[in-house]
């Protein structure tokens, strides 16, 4: 039961371009939503996130937007840049009901051609 | 501040054999989890503590795996006998005190092979 789902196993896009990486959940007791960003022979880290409250969250190059109704999120980054180029994990929390829980999404591979 | 250490980096083995996994959380985070991650299931949880304690271990895949926390600073992770479908990365993975956000601060991982 994959219930946080990146359909897009990868992405190529051209330098100062936007990439739109996305993803879709199933459960609607998640109320806390979070990108991360994964390098080769490294660990995960986070990027940005947002409350179920709102439906976007900008920092720098980095926007998350989010659409309740459809179970949707989306991360755009704006220009892209090759240091960009890693996997992107999408992962969700139910806060009220699994606490401290994450629920990750499969991954995609972005690549960002000089 | 060291970070989320997880030892080895890398383990190569045989089936069958006993295959521990180690990790030091970030000092102060009351919180550590245990990840697996492969090609088709991406990031998976395994287990988690809270202040030592096993909350949720309903992700470990089978009585071959076990997980300790003896302390606030050390965990263990163990496949006992191990098998080639084990081969994976595993992440260990810590959280301060439960707030406002579950931003999780992730180890770099040790890629298990099991031949």
């Known amino acids: 039961d994959q219930q946080v789902k990146q359909n897009s196993p990868s992405l190529s896009v051209q330098e100062g371009r936007i990439s739109i990486l996305n993803c879709d959940y199933t459960?609607?007791?998640?109320?806390?939503f979070l990108w991360y960003k994964k390098y080769p022979a490294e660990g995960p880290t986070f990027l940005i996130s947002?409350?179920?409250?709102?439906d976007k969250n900008e920092d720098g190059r980095f926007t998350v937007f989010l659409n309740k109704s459809a179970k949707h999120l989306s991360l755009h980054i704006v220009p892209s840049q090759p240091g960009d180029s890693a996997v992107y994990f999408c992962a969700a929390s139910a806060r009220e009901t699994s606490g401290s829980r994450l629920t990750f999404g499969e991954g995609t591979q972005l690549t960002v051609n000089p | 501040d060291a970070g989320v250490i997880q030892s080895p980096r890398h383990e190569v083995t045989e089936m069958g054999q006993e295959v521990t996994l180690r990790c030091k959380p970030i000092s102060g985070h009351d919180y550590l989890f245990w990840y697996r991650q492969t090609m088709m299931r991406g990031l998976e949880l395994l287990i988690y503590?809270?202040?030592?304690?096993?909350?949720?271990d309903s992700g470990m895949p089978e009585d071959r795996f076990s997980a300790k926390m003896p302390n606030a600073s050390f965990s263990t992770l163990k496949i006992q006998p191990s098998e080639p479908r084990d081969s994976a990365v595993y992440f260990c993975a810590s959280l301060p005190a439960l707030g406002l956000n579950n931003e999780q601060f992730f180890g770099p991982g040790t890629r298990l092979t099991v031949l």
């Open positions: 503590f809270n202040n030592n304690v096993p909350i949720d």
């Open positions: 947002i409350s179920s409250i709102k």
């Open positions: 459960n609607s007791m998640f109320d806390y």
